[in-house]
């Protein structure tokens, strides 16, 4: 399984080139995790390995930015709360704003930044030593062998990072409201409990996971069609990272109308 | 018999010596860079020139948003379509739905716009001055420089921070325009508000000043990203996938010190009980 760009000459043609290949390499995979699963030939160990690996490198900076983001929120919505007389708002925005926006794209950004270019860097220096390329010759299909574990991975650790960051983020908006702001408590909990629905959670999850398995795609298919020595691998990487996010917000805002659109807004204030 | 447990403390200490060795690195590198930015904006202005279009223009796909000012663009305008969606959906359930116009001229100016061309600025340039300057040195390149006596720090990395500094300006201004034009036809067009009431509300709370401030946080954010991303592209090690991997954690860096930035610099220009200004009280 090769990918390699017809010659083109615009850039207009180039840019559904790459499409059309990226669209190509997604069918392949699902296909190559199919026959994996269905022969029961999973690389169970490199499942692991990648899982431990993107979860070392994205938990930590994912924390220490949903931090930060959560004063912010309580910093905005304070201000604004309580000019406009409706104090305890507070929780009721972090319920949707923390949990249905902000953990899947905070997750989104480390999975795809952080793990997508050191995903997108090991493929990339193992394709231009054409390792790959002695793989297939053995036999081993690199899509089986190196993309199915890496997607399985970011969407295990994608799912179970959003949880991490909906308890930090709500935990350090809730701190710094009732603690700095001098807000009452009762009212943030009661607004938070009140308007915080299991469909956000839900929504949340499934954004997150198909966060996962934009940030592995474009990271494992730029990776693999890398050219060009040490300069092709970090122009590679670069270019990853771009796809990625860019592909990520674009997704984003999908997902969150087919939601609203699905599930109606629910109570007043 | 004694050596090896008396080996032990220095074993344990030496996380902790690499960090500050790494970090003393750095910041020695930062003080170098800005210190000789004055110099070469006399000395090497065709390469700051350069630079200054690549910056802005680049010469990516056209898939991945076709230069800076693309990927800039589109990032602001698909993240400000949110605020838009989302701020509707919020002031809604307190009945104040007609002041969504609010969300924009507030949330959009102080803090989203800035954020988020920052971090589109870090995906597309930042890892581009890591992919770039690794490769240098993984190569040679940059010992090559330092043979022919030219001062490399000041030559590769001083040029690329006068060009982030002054492409930014222009680059921050188009994802301005893009995030409030985003979030005024996701509120009018989408959810069918009167753009009469969006518009009252949106040059109400919109004040000189904090278009000033913004713009202010999108600079700083733009010297962090370049010193970042070229410190880790100037120190790369390990052949390319090396280069690769310092691109990945100068991202990590960058972005997790925008955001605690961000913070620090909002609690310093608006307070800790910031207000609106136009709504009186």
Same mark, same amino acid.
């Given at each position: 399984?090769?990918?390699?760009?017809?010659?083109? +000459?615009?850039?207009?043609?180039?840019?559904?080139?790459?499409? @059309?290949?990226?669209?190509?390499?997604? =069918?392949?995979?699902?296909?190559?995790?199919?026959?994996?699963?269905?022969?029961?030939?999973?690389?169970? +160990?490199?499942?692991?390995?990648?899982?431990?690996?993107?979860?070392?490198?994205?938990?930590?900076?994912?924390?220490?930015?949903?931090? *930060?983001?959560?004063?912010?929120?309580?910093?905005?919505?304070?201000?604004?709360?309580?000019?406009?007389? /409706?104090?305890?708002?507070?929780? =009721?925005?972090?319920?949707?704003?923390?949990?249905?926006?902000?953990?899947?794209?905070?997750?989104?950004?480390?999975?795809?930044?952080?793990?997508?270019? =050191?995903?997108?860097?090991?493929? @990339? /220096?193992?394709?231009?030593?054409?390792?790959?390329?002695?793989?297939?010759?053995?036999?081993?299909?690199?899509?089986? +062998?190196?993309?199915?574990?890496?997607?399985?991975?970011?969407?295990?650790?994608?799912?179970?990072?959003?949880?991490?960051?909906?308890?930090?983020?709500?935990?350090?908006?809730?701190?710094?409201?009732?603690?700095?702001?001098?807000?009452? *408590?009762?009212?943030?909990?009661?607004?938070?409990?009140?308007?915080?629905?299991?469909?956000?959670?839900?929504?949340?999850?499934?954004?997150?996971?198909?966060?996962?398995?934009?940030? /592995?795609?474009? =990271?494992?298919?730029?990776?693999?069609?890398?050219? @060009? @020595?040490?300069?092709?691998?970090?122009?590679?990487?670069?270019?990853?990272?771009?796809?990625?996010?860019?592909?990520?917000?674009?997704?984003?805002?999908?997902?969150?109308?087919?939601?609203?659109?699905?599930?109606?807004?629910?109570?007043?204030? | 018999?004694? #050596?090896?447990?008396?080996?032990?403390? #220095?074993?344990?200490?030496?996380?902790?010596?690499?960090?500050?060795?790494?970090?003393?690195?750095?910041?020695?590198?930062?003080?170098?860079?800005?210190?000789?930015?004055?110099?070469?904006?006399?000395?090497?202005?065709?390469?700051?020139?350069?630079?200054?279009?690549?910056?802005?223009?680049?010469?990516?796909?056209?898939? #991945?948003?076709?230069?800076?000012?693309?990927?800039?663009?589109?990032?602001?305008?698909?993240?400000?379509?949110?605020?838009?969606?989302?701020?509707?959906?919020?002031?809604?359930?307190?009945?104040?739905?007609?002041?969504?116009?609010?969300?924009?001229?507030?949330?959009?100016?102080?803090?989203?716009?800035?954020?988020?061309?920052?971090?589109?600025?870090?995906?597309?340039?930042?890892?581009?001055?890591?992919?770039?300057?690794? #490769?240098?040195?993984?190569?040679?390149?940059?010992?090559?420089?330092?043979?022919?006596?030219?001062?490399?720090?000041?030559?590769?990395?001083?040029?690329?921070?006068?060009?982030?500094?002054?492409?930014?300006?222009?680059?921050?201004?188009?994802?301005?325009?893009?995030?409030?034009?985003? &979030?005024?036809?996701?509120?009018?067009?989408?959810?069918?508000?009167?753009?009469?009431?969006?518009?009252?509300?949106?040059?109400?709370?919109? &004040?000189?000043?904090?278009?000033?401030?913004?713009?202010?946080?999108?600079?700083?954010?733009?010297?962090?990203?370049?010193?970042?991303?070229?410190?880790?592209?100037?120190?790369?090690?390990?052949?390319?996938?090396?280069?690769?991997?310092?691109?990945?954690?100068?991202?990590?860096?960058?972005?997790?010190?925008?955001?605690?930035?961000?913070?620090?610099?909002?609690?310093?220009?608006?307070?800790?009980?910031?207000?609106?200004?136009?709504?009186?009280?």
């Amino acid at each position: 399984m090769t990918f390699t760009p017809p010659p083109t +000459r615009t850039a207009v043609g180039d840019a559904f080139a790459q499409a @059309g290949m990226l669209l190509s390499f997604t =069918a392949s995979t699902v296909a190559a995790l199919g026959r994996t699963v269905a022969r029961r030939r999973l690389a169970w +160990r490199d499942v692991l390995e990648q899982t431990w690996f993107l979860a070392s490198v994205t938990t930590f900076p994912s924390l220490l930015v949903t931090v *930060p983001l959560g004063v912010v929120v309580a910093l905005n919505v304070g201000s604004m709360a309580g000019q406009l007389g /409706a104090e305890g708002y507070g929780g =009721a925005v972090v319920a949707f704003v923390v949990v249905a926006q902000a953990s899947p794209l905070i997750c989104a950004l480390m999975i795809s930044g952080v793990g997508g270019s =050191a995903v997108c860097a090991d493929l @990339g /220096a193992r394709t231009i030593r054409e390792e790959v390329d002695a793989m297939e010759v053995m036999g081993i299909p690199a899509l089986e +062998r190196f993309v199915v574990p890496r997607l399985i991975a970011a969407v295990v650790v994608t799912t179970l990072l959003a949880c991490l960051v909906m308890a930090v983020g709500i935990g350090a908006s809730y701190g710094f409201q009732t603690l700095v702001l001098g807000d009452s *408590p009762g009212a943030f909990l009661s607004s938070l409990t009140e308007f915080s629905r299991v469909e956000d959670f839900v929504i949340a999850e499934i954004k997150a996971a198909a966060f996962g398995v934009i940030a /592995a795609l474009v =990271a494992c298919f730029k990776g693999l069609t890398a050219k @060009g @020595g040490p300069s092709g691998v970090g122009d590679a990487v670069n270019e990853a990272v771009v796809l990625a996010f860019i592909l990520v917000f674009v997704a984003n805002t999908v997902l969150t109308e087919l939601y609203a659109a699905i599930v109606p807004a629910r109570g007043a204030y | 018999m004694l #050596a090896p447990v008396l080996h032990l403390p #220095a074993r344990a200490a030496r996380p902790v010596v690499d960090g500050f060795a790494g970090l003393g690195r750095h910041s020695t590198f930062y003080a170098r860079v800005l210190a000789a930015v004055p110099t070469v904006l006399v000395r090497h202005w065709r390469h700051v020139l350069r630079h200054v279009n690549d910056i802005s223009f680049g010469s990516a796909s056209l898939l #991945a948003g076709g230069g800076t000012i693309g990927v800039v663009f589109a990032m602001s305008a698909v993240a400000s379509t949110q605020i838009g969606l989302e701020g509707y959906r919020g002031l809604d359930i307190i009945g104040l739905s007609p002041m969504t116009g609010l969300m924009s001229a507030l949330v959009n100016t102080r803090e989203i716009a800035p954020v988020v061309a920052s971090v589109a600025l870090a995906a597309k340039v930042g890892t581009g001055f890591t992919a770039q300057l690794g #490769a240098m040195r993984i190569s040679d390149e940059i010992d090559a420089l330092e043979t022919m006596a030219v001062p490399s720090v000041p030559f590769l990395v001083s040029t690329r921070m006068a060009a982030a500094v002054l492409a930014v300006v222009p680059l921050y201004l188009v994802g301005l325009f893009a995030s409030y034009a985003a &979030t005024s036809l996701a509120v009018v067009q989408l959810k069918g508000q009167s753009s009469g009431t969006y518009d009252y509300y949106f040059q109400l709370l919109l &004040t000189p000043a904090d278009v000033g401030f913004s713009l202010l946080k999108a600079v700083i954010f733009a010297v962090i990203i370049t010193l970042v991303h070229c410190g880790h592209g100037f120190h790369a090690t390990g052949g390319p996938e090396g280069v690769g991997k310092a691109a990945g954690r100068a991202l990590r860096t960058s972005i997790v010190t925008i955001a605690i930035v961000d913070v620090l610099l909002t609690l310093t220009i608006w307070g800790t009980q910031p207000t609106l200004p136009g709504v009186g009280a």
